[in-house]
C-alpha cells in the first residue's frame, strides 16, 4: 500500500513480514551462533530439544492454565483478527454482567467495594482473572499464568477479613500483573528467554527455581495485593516494541496494526485490555511510560531510589549510572498515586538499600492541593526535541494540553533546554557500554536466535567493551549534563515540563527509529515523569503534510512512516516531566493537568 506520499512500500505488507519471520530466526540464528564464538553454549535441558520446541511447550503450558470455561470459541478469535480495536466494546460485549461491572470500576473504588463487603476478594480476582484470560487469548500478552495461586490467595484475605472485621492492608484483594522480570513464589521467571525455562535465571539446580519472590512482590502481599499473572516482554529489554522467541510479536489492542510498544509493552497491552487493576513494569530509557502511551493508560515512572527493584531478573544489569527503576501502569491517575502511596507506606528502605527513605507525607500532599502556592503553575513545553519531529496526533495532543493549562490560567513557557541530542547520546552511550555480552549469553543458553525488533535496535552478536576510561568520561560527561540541564530549570522557574513520550502515537512494526529518545533523556536526568493520556489519532484532522521538510534521515524515515489511515483511533499522550525525587510533587501538578484535560479537552479537540 503506497498512499503516493512517500510511505515506504513495505508497510501495507507489514504483517506478511512478521509470519515469514520464523524463517528469518533460523538464518540468524546461524549467524549469531557463528558470529559470538566468545559466548559460552551449553544444552537447553536434558532432552536437548530445540529451542522452537521449548518454546511451543511453554506456551501450551501457559494456554493450558486458563480454565477450559473461559476458553473463547474460534470464531471470537477469528473476529478479533479483522477488527482494529479489541479493548473496549469489543472484549467487554464477551463478558458477564458481574466481570464486566467490577473491571470497569477504578481500583479506587474497587477497594472501597471490598472494604465495606459488597465484592469479595475472590469475586474481584476472580473477575479480573477472567478478563486478562480472555485478553491473553485475544492479543498474547501473558508469559505466566497463576490464577489458581491467586484464587487460594484471594481466599485467604476474605477468611482474614471476616474473623478479623478489617483488611490485611491499603491494597486488600487489588489483583495486580506485572512485567516477566519480577519473581513470584511457585511461578517461574523467563524473561522472554527460552533458555530460561525450567531454571532460576538460566541457572539450574540452585534450588531458588520457586522460592525467591521479589521485594516489589512481598511488599504488595504485605498490603493485600494479588499478584494473577506476568507479562510479556522485549527481548533482552531491549526494543521499543514488545516481540520475543515464547510468545512472538505483541500488537497493540486499541490499534493492531500498531505496536503496543516495549519493553514493558505486555503490560500496557493488559491494562488497555484491564487484565488487572494496576500492573508493574520497568524502565530505563522509556520502557514504561511508552507503552503507556502507545496503549493509552495512564504510566509513572519515578527517580531511581523510590520503588523497590531488589530480587527482580535484569538485564545488563551491571550498568548502574543510568539505572533501571520500577515504573506502574493503570487506568487513572488516582490508581497510580493510590499504588505509590501504599507502596511507600511500607518503607521499602528498610528491606532494599538502593532505595531512598523519603515517605509519602498525605498531610503535605492534601495542604498543598489547596494551597495559594500551588493555584497558578508554570508548565515548560517542549513541543520537539529538535532531531525527530513528532507525528501531527502527538502536535495536536501537546497543543491541546497547552491551550487547557492556559484556560485554567496557568502558564506556558517555551523550552528550551541543553540539547536533547547530546543527553540522548550520553544515555545510548550507557546503554551500549557492555557491548549486550549479558544478553547474547542468555539467547545462547537455548541456542535462540536475536528476534528482528532486537537485531534492528542492537544488532545480531556482541560488541567490544566500553573501555572503562571511556566509560568515566562518559560517566563525568553525563554529571556534567545533568547540571547544567538543571541550571537551565531553575533559570525558567518551571514548576513542571510537558513533552511527547514520543514522536509517535506507536509505531508500525518494524518501524522503530526513534521511539525511546523522547523519554530516554528523562532517565539520563533521573528525572521522574507521569504520562497522561490526551486524545487520539484522527485522520479527518491529523493529515499528511508532503510538503514537511525533514530535518535528517531519521526523522524522514519516522515522518514517511506516517499514515493517518493507518493511524487513525491511536491514543495519543504527553508526559509531565518532574525533577529528581519530587514525585509526590509531581503527582499533585499532574493532578492538575489531568483535571484541566477532563474540564477543557473537547474544547480544544481532544
Known amino acids: 500500500m503506497n498512499h503516493g506520499r512517500g510511505v515506504p512500500d513495505w508497510i501495507g505488507s507489514i504483517w506478511r513480514t512478521i509470519a515469514l519471520l520464523s524463517i528469518f530466526q533460523c ?43 473461559w476458553i473463547l470459541p474460534e470464531d471470537v478469535l477469528e473476529a478479533a483478527k479483522s477488527h482494529r480495536k479489541i479493548t473496549g466494546s469489543f472484549i467487554e460485549a464477551l463478558l458477564d ?39 491473553h487469548q485475544l492479543n498474547e500478552n ?20 471476616a474473623s478479623h472485621n478489617s483488611t490485611i492492608g491499603t491494597l486488600h484483594g487489588l489483583p495486580v500483573t506485572l512485567k516477566d522480570q519480577f519473581h513470584v513464589k511457585g511461578v517461574e521467571t523467563t524473561m522472554g528467554y527460552v533458555g530460561w525455562i525450567g531454571t532460576f535465571e538460566g541457572h539450574k539446580g540452585t534450588g531458588k527455581e520457586r522460592i525467591i519472590e521479589s521485594e516489589l512482590v512481598r511488599e504488595l502481599r504485605s498490603l493485600g495485593a494479588v499478584p494473577i499473572a506476568k507479562t510479556t516482554l522485549a527481548q533482552a529489554l531491549a526494543s521499543g516494541e514488545t516481540s520475543n522467541n515464547i510468545l512472538g510479536y505483541t500488537k497493540n489492542p486499541v490499534n493492531q496494526e500498531l505496536s503496543c510498544g516495549g519493553s514493558s509493552g505486555g503490560e500496557g497491552a493488559v491494562q488497555a485490555l484491564r487484565g488487572s487493576a494496576v500492573g508493574f513494569g520497568t524502565d530505563i530509557g522509556g520502557s514504561v511510560v511508552v507503552p503507556s502511551a502507545f496503549n493509552g493508560v495512564y504510566g509513572f515512572k519515578p527517580s531511581v531510589g523510590r520503588n523497590a527493584y531488589r530480587d527482580a531478573a535484569n538485564a545488563e544489569r551491571g550498568q548502574t549510572v543510568v539505572s533501571s527503576v520500577v515504573g506502574i501502569l493503570g487506568p487513572s491517575l488516582a490508581s497510580l498515586k493510590l499504588m505509590f502511596r501504599a507502596l511507600m507506606s511500607t518503607e521499602p528502605w528498610r528491606y532494599d538499600h538502593d532505595i531512598v527513605p523519603i515517605p509519602w507525607y498525605e498531610e503535605l500532599y492534601e495542604q498543598s492541593e489547596d494551597s495559594e502556592a500551588v493555584t497558578k503553575l508554570s508548565f515548560g513545553i517542549l513541543e520537539s526535541d529538535g532531531s525527530v519531529s513528532p507525528h501531527p496526533p502527538i502536535r495536536r495532543a501537546m497543543k491541546i494540553a497547552a ?37 547474547f549469553t542468555q539467547l545462547a543458553l537455548s541456542g535462540e536466535p536475536p528476534v528482528r525488533e532486537m537485531m534492528q535496535d542492537i544488532g545480531y552478536r556482541t560488541k567490544t567493551p566500553m573501555p572503562i576510561l571511556e566509560y568515566f568520561n562518559l560517566t563525568i560527561r ?5 547540571n547544567r540541564y538543571a541550571d537551565y530549570w531553575k533559570s525558567m522557574g518551571a514548576d513542571a515540563v510537558i513533552m511527547p513520550v514520543a514522536p509517535h502515537a506507536a509505531v508500525l512494526p518494524g518501524g522503530n527509529y526513534y521511539t525511546y529518545a523522547y ?79 477532563r474540564r477543557h479537552g473537547k474544547l480544544f479537540g481532544a
Open 519 to 597: 523519554s530516554s533523556i528523562i532517565d539520563a536526568l533521573n528525572y521522574c515523569s507521569i504520562v497522561i493520556p490526551v486524545t487520539t489519532a484522527d485522520q479527518r484532522v491529523d493529515k499528511f503534510d508532503g510538503k514537511y521538510k525533514p530535518l535528517n534521515d531519521i526523522d524522514k524515515k519516522n515522518w514517511q512512516a506516517y499514515d493517518p489511515d493507518i493511524y487513525d483511533g491511536a491514543p495519543a499522550a504527553v508526559q509531565v516531566i518532574g525533577r529528581r525525587l519530587e514525585e509526590q510533587r509531581l503527582f499533585r501538578i499532574a493532578r492538575a493537568v489531568d483535571e484541566a484535560l
Open 97 to 135: 454482567n458481574e466481570t464486566l461491572k467490577i473491571t470497569s470500576l477504578d481500583p479506587v473504588d474497587i477497594l472501597e467495594h471490598i472494604r465495606n463487603r459488597s465484592f469479595t476478594s475472590v469475586q474481584v480476582t476472580t473477575a479480573f482473572c477472567k478478563r486478562s484470560a480472555y485478553g
Open 403 to 439: 491551550k487547557v493549562l492556559e484556560k485554567e490560567g496557568h502558564k506556558t513557557i517555551t523550552w528550551d533546554p541543553p540539547s536533547h541530542a547530546e543527553g540522548y547520546d550520553i544515555h545510548y552511550g550507557f546503554m551500549d557500554a557492555g557491548g549486550y555480552n549479558d544478553s
Open 478 to 482: 553525563l554529571k556534567d549534563y545533568r
Open 142 to 161: 501473558l508469559l505466566e499464568i497463576f490464577y489458581d495461586l491467586a484464587l487460594d490467595n484471594a481466599k485467604e484475605l476474605d477468611a482474614y477479613q
Open 27 to 69: 538464518v540468524t540464528c546461524w549467524q549469531f551462533l557463528k558470529s559470538s564464538p566468545n559466548v559460552y553454549q551449553r544444552p537447553l535441558s536434558s532432552e536437548n530439544i530445540s529451542w522452537q520446541e521449548a518454546a511451543a511447550r511453554k506456551r501450551l503450558e501457559t494456554y493450558n492454565k486458563i480454565p477450559q470455561q
